[in-house]
């Protein structure tokens, strides 16, 4: 099973400012199978990336995907309001699918 | 516009069991596989099964193989989880995710709560 990590647990940022998160995995990520989602509290998951680096349909530009083999980034340019969220990175190229702990990114 | 409804949910026993539903519209349910995600109250994202788009193939996480099943009626646009043999650590939120790009899950619906307590 492929164990993902993420760091850091929480990030405290500001509107406006740039968000580093980061996904690492036990393993190399078959084809770069890694997605990655955006959680508000209440709400389901929803995509934001996937094979490491395309924006699914509708995600703002600002969101950046990264990475090849164990490592992973995403990275939102500039914070808007909305972004304030969980994030989560999940493989798919090897079962069981999986997903990191998560990163919390809240308002400083 | 594809939705994803879940229903089923609620209080069950341990020990006891529980059928979960997905209704899937807004597209060609025959051509993707469905996936069933768990999250535990508080806690993060665990991957617990899927199934192909014709039924024929399906894969279950160690944590419920052998107690859950997966199935789909590709006439009805429904997609099932039977769960037998529930344990207080299944209680969680389950979501139904359609397959997207790749395999990543591109679609979700709202959920349902499962309670295994007594």
């Known amino acids: 099973e492929i164990v993902l990590t993420q760091s850091p647990g929480t990030l405290s940022l500001s509107p406006g400012e740039r968000a580093t998160l980061s996904c690492g995995a036990s393993?190399?990520?078959?084809?770069?199978?890694l997605a990655w989602y955006q959680q508000k509290p209440g709400q389901a998951p929803r995509l934001l990336i996937y094979?490491?680096?395309s924006r699914a349909t509708g995600m703002p530009d600002r969101f950046t995907g990264s990475g090849s083999g164990t490592d992973f980034t995403l990275t939102i340019s500039r914070l808007e309001p909305e972004d304030f969220a969980v994030y989560y990175c999940?493989?798919?190229?090897?079962?069981?699918?999986?997903f990191g702990p998560g990163t919390k990114v809240d308002i400083k | 516009e594809v939705q994803l409804v879940e229903s089923g949910g609620g209080l069950v026993q341990p020990g006891g069991s529980l059928r979960l539903s997905c209704t899937a519209s807004?597209?060609?349910?025959?051509?993707?596989?469905m996936n069933w995600v768990r999250q535990a109250p508080g806690k993060g994202l665990e991957w617990i099964s899927y199934?192909?788009?014709?039924?024929?193939?399906?894969r279950y996480a160690d944590s419920v193989r052998g107690r859950f099943t997966i199935s789909r009626d590709n006439a009805k646009n429904l997609v099932f989880l039977q769960m037998n043999s529930l344990r207080a650590g299944d209680t969680a939120i389950y979501y139904c995710?359609?397959?997207?790009?790749?395999?990543?899950?591109?679609?979700w619906g709202q959920g349902t709560l499962v309670t295994v307590s007594s």
């Open positions: 999940q493989q798919y190229g090897s079962l069981p699918f999986t």
């Open positions: 393993q190399s990520v078959f084809n770069n199978y």
């Open positions: 995710a359609r397959e997207g790009f790749g395999g990543s899950l591109a679609f």
């Open positions: 199934i192909d788009s014709s039924g024929t193939t399906t």
């Open positions: 094979g490491a680096s």
């Open positions: 807004g597209f060609k349910f025959t051509s993707y596989t």
